[in-house]
């Protein structure tokens, strides 16, 4: 009997496959479309801003061997993630990865914590968005799917889905992100059911637990706090934040052959800080 394949080339390929991410016109999605496009894929990437889709659509393109594509959608509503599936399923008859990237955070007092801006928007975005979107889509990622080479969804978490800290540096004095780590830590509940529903049909679900990357979410408390805020008791140097090879590299893994046998996985990618950092929580992604 010869030996299988084992060559890099063959068990981290993704060339030629369908992508669709969420939230993917800037950081943690636009790290991971670039990822996929540089590698071949056929990327879509969904957003509300048209502008900065175009010039990230257009920036990712640049180094990569097919164009790629972008959808206006507002995830924050059922209504509007069908939209986007409708969308999708005129351009597309497969789906072979869905990244549900998109997320939004609040920041409030916690005697005055505002309930639709603060808990029912965010969990209209990190968490509802995930099931419809996944859902919708789930005949588009089995459809000639096997468990050799399964349909592929990667929710973007949070280490605050494990981390309880709502006050700190990332968000202003006063005031917490009180509703954020909640719906992380249901994303991570709801990877597990989805990986548990999917399964039977040859599809994948996986989580990423990021810690602290660059991101217009992240800017306003690195901006204040400092880098070296977020330095002390980071294992892997002073002020290693993650990086987009950091994020795109986990991706991948887990949309290429050598996951086909990893579902309903909870991945934190934080460097280590969640062991060293007192008091201050990566909470944020987008």
């Not at 900065?52 to 790629?68: H, N, R, Y």
């Not at 046998?261 to 062991?275: E, F, M, N, Q, S």
């Amino acid at each position: 009997m010869s030996s299988p394949d084992l060559t890099i080339n063959n068990l981290f390929n993704v060339k030629g496959k369908i992508v669709l991410v969420t939230g993917g016109g800037s950081g943690i999605g636009k790290m991971i479309a670039a990822g996929f496009a540089q590698n071949g894929a056929k990327v879509y990437i969904a957003a509300r801003k048209v502008p900065q889709l175009k010039e990230a659509a257009e920036d990712i393109s640049k180094s990569s061997p097919i164009p790629v594509q972008y959808i206006q959608a507002n995830v924050g509503s059922r209504a509007g993630c069908d939209a986007l599936i409708a969308e999708f399923k005129k351009r597309e008859s497969k789906l072979h990865v869905l990244v549900n990237n998109s997320g939004i955070t609040w920041g409030g007092s916690f005697h005055d914590f505002p309930e639709e801006k603060g808990w029912d928007n965010v969990f209209n975005v990190n968490v509802k968005s995930i099931f419809y979107m996944t859902a919708g889509l789930s005949d588009y990622l089995a459809k000639g799917a096997d468990n050799r080479d399964p349909g592929r969804v990667i929710n973007i978490s949070s280490t605050a889905s494990v981390d309880p800290t709502a006050e700190s540096a990332l968000s202003s004095e006063g005031n917490g992100t009180w509703s954020y780590q909640p719906s992380k830590a249901a994303v991570n509940q709801l990877t597990s059911a989805l990986a548990l529903k999917l399964g039977p049909q040859h599809v994948t679900v996986n989580a990423i637990l990021p810690g602290l990357f660059p991101s217009k979410m992240t800017a306003f408390g690195i901006q204040t706090a400092g880098e070296d805020a977020f330095a002390a008791g980071q294992p892997t140097g002073a002020c290693r934040m993650g990086s987009p090879y950091d994020m795109a590299g986990l991706a991948l893994f887990l949309a290429s052959p050598a996951s086909a046998h990893i579902t309903g996985t909870h991945t934190l990618l934080d460097g280590g800080a969640r062991y060293g950092r007192a008091g201050i929580t990566a909470t944020v992604k987008l």
